[in-house]
């Protein structure tokens, strides 16, 4: 669901640490249809000078240092990798970063984990998730991480990257999403497309909300003028006098070589079915994610709800 960027730590009564896992479940996928099972491996990998494909090469986890101010820092290229993935996505399951980075080897993430946190680049927390209260470890980039990433020019231009948590309720949410994002790359490649770059509802919030929040003596028609002008700049529609934004939107080169990007939402079990309405008629593609553990993680359902989404 997407969200204004205001951060709150918000309850903290919901950050605990447990060994226990949440699972999620998918609910639909959108307007183009296809199958979307989550891959094990990428089918196929990005072209070059796109954002960079965890599971591309194996990367080494020799260390080298790194002097920022004051401050010696250690890390190792698949460290790297990592954190420029989980800056990407704001943040991200453990379990995810398991399977994604270190081929479902548990041992040497916890030792890489133990040194950045240690150095004060990534940062951690057990948020509370589901009716059953479980737990669902996550991370996210720290400050310090962030710096050094676009310090070294580890980032490719245009892409943003995040420090910091959202409060509790939403970073189960955001952690999610790299899930939504896997399926749909899976799907592009499929097809020969390439993976270029990704962009949060965070990045379209700041920018839009920006320019619309200006001061000055705007009427009703100058704010419609306004807001219809950023929709057109961000290939973004107006559904009930808004802007509707997605949750995750992924720009990608065709076969052919011609840019395009599909928006994508998010919804859990707790979407109202007005909002999930409201979402179609946006065109954007929706995937879904049950909280409730269930003691195991599914893979994505691949059908399309877009329709019954429509006749409710």
């Known amino acids: ?15 605990q640490e447990s060994e226990a896992q949440a699972s999620r479940m998918p609910l639909s ?8 099972a989550t891959p094990e491996k990428p089918r196929r990998p990005t072209s070059e000078g796109g954002p960079r494909d965890p599971e591309r090469k194996p990367k080494s986890r020799e260390h080298s240092e790194i002097r920022y101010g004051r401050q010696i820092y250690q890390w190792s290229e698949l460290e790297r990798a990592v954190m420029v993935e989980v800056g990407r996505f704001r943040t991200m399951d453990e379990e995810d970063v398991v399977r994604v980075f270190y081929g479902g080897i548990e041992a040497p993430f916890r030792d890489d984990l133990k040194k950045l946190l240690g150095q004060g680049l990534i940062e951690r927390r057990s948020v509370v998730v589901g009716k059953n209260r479980d737990i ?4 996210a980039l720290g ?25 509790p309720a939403e970073a189960s949410h955001d952690a999610s999403v790299y899930r939504m994002y896997e399926a749909e790359a899976a799907e592009i490649g499929s097809r020969g497309g390439a993976v270029r770059r990704v962009v ?34 961000y290939e973004l529609p107006i559904v009930d006098g808004k802007i509707a934004l997605p949750d995750l939107r992924i720009e990608y ?60």
């Open 200 to 233: 949060l509802d965070f990045e379209f919030k700041k920018k839009i909300y920006a320019e619309l929040n200006k001061k000055g003596d705007y009427g009703e028609l100058s704010y419609a003028r306004r807001q219809q002008g950023l929709a057109q700049l």
């Open 29 to 36: 996928q959108g307007r183009t249809g296809g199958s979307a």
């Open 143 to 167: 400050k310090k991480g962030k710096k050094l990433l676009e310090r070294q020019g580890d980032v490719e231009r245009g892409q943003a990257i995040y420090a910091g948590f959202v409060k």
């Open 253 to 312: 080169d065709t076969e052919e070589g011609d840019r395009a990007h599909i928006d994508l939402e998010l919804a859990t079990e707790h979407y109202r079915p007005g909002h999930m309405r409201q979402k179609a008629q946006a065109g954007f593609k929706l995937y879904g994610v049950n909280t409730t553990s269930r003691g195991h993680r599914a893979g994505w359902e691949g059908r399309e709800l877009t329709r019954d989404v429509l006749a409710l």
């Open 1 to 15: 669901m997407s969200r204004g960027y205001d951060r709150d730590e918000g309850d903290q009564r919901d950050w």
């Open 136 to 139: 669902r470890h996550v991370i």
